[in-house]
């Protein structure tokens, strides 16, 4: 199953590479695929921590790495090549999710205070 292969495969992964021994926090947001039932049932028996898809408001700012700088690199590497096919594409995105460099996780990542605390002069609302 798709969803298997992406929890599993990145975000399992990803949380071991980056975080390991350490305490961290899966933030989601209210997108479909993560108010999905079965991604609610896979967090809690694969994370320690992490915002339920319920408690984050809605239409906030994108405060996740991945929403505000690693789709853009996963879409540039990802999609140099035309799709035709959807499965073509979703096999794209999987394989390539699994080869972005950890450098640029952890960039991300690092950026992610300061993002923050824009968000928090800007009041909570949308911010450049």
Not at 14 to 26: H, I, N, P, V
Not at 32 to 51: D, G, I, S, Y
Not at 98 to 120: D, G, N
Request: hydrophobic share 40%.
């Amino acid at each position: 199953m798709y969803q298997d292969d992406v929890l599993q495969g990145i975000v399992k992964h990803l949380s071991t590479a980056l975080f390991s021994g350490q305490e961290w926090l899966f933030q989601q947001d209210s997108a479909p695929a993560h108010k999905a039932r079965t991604t609610q049932e896979w967090m809690w028996r694969n994370v320690l921590a992490f915002f339920i898809a319920k408690n984050w408001p809605l239409g906030s700012p994108d405060l996740n790495p991945l929403d505000y700088k690693l789709w853009a690199v996963l879409e540039d590497m990802a999609c140099c090549k035309h799709h035709s096919r959807l499965g073509s594409l979703k096999r794209s995105l999987v394989k390539t999710a699994s080869v972005i460099p950890l450098e640029t996780v952890r960039a991300a990542t690092a950026e992610w205070p300061e993002h923050l605390k824009t968000c928090v002069e800007a009041e909570g609302g949308h911010f450049v």
